[in-house]
């Protein structure tokens, strides 16, 4: 069977719009949203939680990151980086998931929100960096020497609160009160949040805290604790041997009671360490996605966690 050119062209394109339609409410963000609601797109939880409760009702917020995925080497899909493109509002963090630079670059929407322009982000403390160094040796591994778990400081957390609440009233004025309302009560719990962990963190016996994945460096500054990371920035990568020594020789000095390690990656590195010192291990969350297996139910709960776990390994309260 022979087919004209044009009549292939024709069907190509039939084809090619059948494929489109089938497509079209692309992202769950835009099957559920209703007629005047808003999409919001946001890199990964803590700034998803931030947009669902900034926007209320008014907007449908969608996460890059899926729950219990690992943002840190995030790849998007076609459809991910087609709802960049179409976004009333994407919310993400320039350097840290460079699939999502490159999208939002590519994208020319307007409308995005990078946090680091109001969170400027902070360079790598020294030892965490000479441990990420050698962890990226073995595998590649793009970075740019800069933290970016701003998040895990609630004060941070107001900062975006407020940058958001400011996009979303420029983007919808009609709803600006709403928008003012709900960040208002969104600070008021990230500072009480910040109160508990000021006031607890302040009567610690211990200052050093070891955890698997350096996540907690802008927790630590905030509250004059010692952050010790086994693996540096990157969550899944081996320690070396001589770092694992090093981190069994911190604990010892310090008489640290308890290693730390996250939901998300494998606790076996956390656990080798604790075993052969007859330490504790227990989690400590840098609240990259939300899970069924995570101490809580959104950022706040989390982070009341976290402080607890804190508090017991390290005397406070
Ligand atoms: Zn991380």
Redesign the pocket.
Same mark, same amino acid.
Do not use: K, Y
């Given at each position: 069977m022979k087919f004209s050119s044009r009549a292939l062209g024709g069907a190509l394109i039939g084809a090619v719009l059948l494929l489109a339609s089938a497509c079209a409410p692309a992202g769950t963000a835009a099957e559920e949203r209703q007629p005047g609601q808003l999409s919001i797109v946001a890199a990964f939880y803590p700034f998803q939680f931030v947009a669902e409760r900034v926007a209320g009702d008014h907007a449908v917020v969608t996460s890059l990151t899926a729950p219990g995925a690992e #943002? $840190?080497d995030l790849e998007l899909t076609p459809k991910q980086v087609a709802s960049i493109s179409s976004a009333d509002l994407v919310i993400y963090e320039k350097s840290f998931q460079a699939a999502v630079d490159e999208a939002v670059a590519q994208s020319g929407n307007p409308n995005v929100l990078d946090t680091a322009t109001v969170v400027p982000l902070s360079p790598l403390s020294e030892a965490d960096e000479h441990d990420h160094e050698q962890a990226a040796e073995g595998e590649e591994h793009e970075h740019s020497g800069l933290d #970016? $778990?701003v998040w895990l400081d609630p004060n941070n957390m107001v900062t975006i609160t407020n940058a958001v609440r400011d996009r979303l009233i420029q983007i919808d004025r009609a709803h600006a009160s709403d928008y003012s309302g709900n960040a208002r009560e969104l600070d008021g719990q990230l500072l009480s949040l910040d109160k508990q962990y000021r006031t607890t963190l302040q009567t610690c016996r211990l200052r050093e805290f070891i955890t698997t994945?350096a996540?907690f460096g802008y927790l630590a500054r905030r509250y004059g604790l010692e952050q010790v990371g086994i693996n540096g920035?990157s %969550?899944d990568s081996e320690p070396s041997p001589a770092r694992i020594a090093e981190v069994q020789q911190i604990a010892r000095e310090h008489h640290v009671t308890t290693i730390f390690y996250e939901t998300l990656v494998s606790p076996a590195v956390a656990q080798s360490i604790a075993g052969d010192l007859g330490l504790k291990t227990d989690v400590l969350d %840098?609240i990259?996605g939300i899970t069924d297996s995570s101490r809580g139910d959104d950022y706040l709960s989390v982070m009341a966690s976290n402080l607890t776990a804190l508090t017991t390994a390290n005397g406070c309260g």
């Open positions: #943002p $840190h #970016p $778990h994945h996540a920035l %969550p %840098p990259e």
